[in-house]
């Protein structure tokens, strides 16, 4: 008897172990309780692309804290769940293994990086978890669709299409070349470029391949300058978008037109003191934004110098971003109800139509539509700072 009351002892304890603990009873889901809903990202705080992920991490924080401080989302609060990855693959599965297995999350949440992301999605989706708009606008977060998986950035590949087209179009350049990371991020620049030319029946005239860690680029721009480029598309971020920019401008080559992305939209690339960014330009899904707009939304002023008040730093698109995700989660959170599970959080995702987000931009999804971006608009650094232009790129057009 004393044998069996033990074996059935620790039976339970496996089912407890099992369910999540601390959820809601028997078939709880993981990272759902009475009172919290735990949601992780693996970000980068440290590493290559930290002025990108701090702000992000900044935004979502500030979010979920105004959602629990309203009372949170059904009677539960959002307990957001950080680790630093310092942009390395290994320290992005590392960071996804603590968050699934022992922080149990709900979801995965604006992770950072192309590759980490690519890295750890297999993991999430073989434990049933949504990786939800992802800090990367790699066409393999959005390409094959996935139930699981939402984005909020577009594509890399469409936003350098839009830029190519539009500058061999405009009659300003036509002799296409590509810097970019020798990594996954920097591949897909890569392909873009490459069936963008195809498209519109050119050549790429030269390629230059580096990695992340790089920080020599005098070689690299003679290559490109020799060959003729008079229009470069650049797979980097921060760093090297900085360095590349500064080489040629102090090797005097201004004669071509620099196209980055998402990735290297950042207001201290359009602020280098030497006025090498001039000129440079992105195609991503957000508007330039500058506290002293005169037209400025009183409502994003409010914003941002909440933002600046708590953080003491003035917010950069990525903390546009992270806040603007986390009220699509919140709302997702909303529309599924009270029976919080996966399911439910997919329909109330894929239920918003039309929602006007806090910064004025229009989203849909739908069961068959995850992206929440369907157009691009054109950003130039001009007197060293991001300056709206007056054009946008469909997505289904490109």
Not at 249 to 275: F, H
Not at 295 to 320: N, S, T
Not at 351 to 362: L, M, P, Q, T
Request: hydrophobic share 45%.
């Amino acid at each position: 008897m004393h044998k069996a009351v033990i074996l059935l002892f620790f039976c339970a304890l496996l089912a407890a172990c099992d369910s999540g603990g601390g959820g809601d009873g028997a078939g709880a889901v993981p990272g759902v309780s009475d009172t919290e809903i735990v949601i992780g990202t693996h970000q980068d705080l440290s590493g290559a692309a930290a002025i990108i992920g701090v702000a992000v991490v900044n935004g979502g924080r500030m979010k979920f804290d105004e959602v629990n401080e309203a009372g949170g989302v059904h009677g539960r609060r959002i307990r957001y769940v950080v680790e630093d990855a310092q942009y390395q693959v290994s320290r992005a599965i590392q960071a996804a293994n603590k968050l699934i297995n022992r922080d149990r999350v709900f979801v995965m949440f604006n992770a950072m990086g192309t590759p980490m992301n690519n890295a750890v999605m297999p993991m999430l989706f073989e434990r049933g978890i949504p990786n939800l708009f992802p800090t990367t606008a790699a066409r393999s977060m959005a390409q094959p669709f996935r139930r699981l998986q939402f984005t909020s950035l577009g594509t890399y590949v469409e936003q350098i299409k839009a830029g190519m087209r539009h500058f061999v179009e405009a009659g300003s350049a036509a002799v296409p070349c590509v810097i970019y990371q020798d990594t996954e991020f920097g591949q897909e620049i890569l392909d873009g470029a490459r069936e963008q030319a195809a498209a519109m029946g050119l050549e790429l005239a030269a390629l230059s391949a580096h990695k992340p860690t790089d920080t020599e680029f005098t070689a690299a721009i003679l290559r490109l300058r020799n060959a003729g480029c008079n229009l470069t598309m650049m797979g980097t971020i921060h760093k090297d978008t900085t360095l590349i920019l500064e080489t040629a401008y102090k090797m005097g080559w201004t004669d071509v037109q620099w196209i980055g992305t998402s990735a290297s939209y950042i207001v201290a690339v359009a602020e280098l003191e030497s006025g090498s960014a001039e000129g440079f330009a992105v195609f991503q899904p957000f508007h330039p934004v500058h506290r002293n707009d005169p037209d400025l939304d009183p409502k994003i002023a409010a914003w941002w110098d909440r933002y600046v008040e708590r953080f003491g730093i003035e917010p950069d698109w990525g903390a546009f971003l992270g806040y603007r995700d986390a009220e699509l989660l919140a709302l997702g959170l909303q529309n599924a109800g009270r029976e919080l599970t996966v399911e439910s959080l997919l329909g109330g995702l894929e239920s918003i139509r039309d929602h006007v987000d806090y910064f004025g931009s229009r989203v849909s999804f739908g069961p068959d539509d995850h992206d929440a971006v369907e157009e691009v608009m054109l950003s130039v650094v001009r007197d060293g700072r991001w300056q709206a232009v007056p054009l946008t790129v469909r997505l289904d057009e490109l």
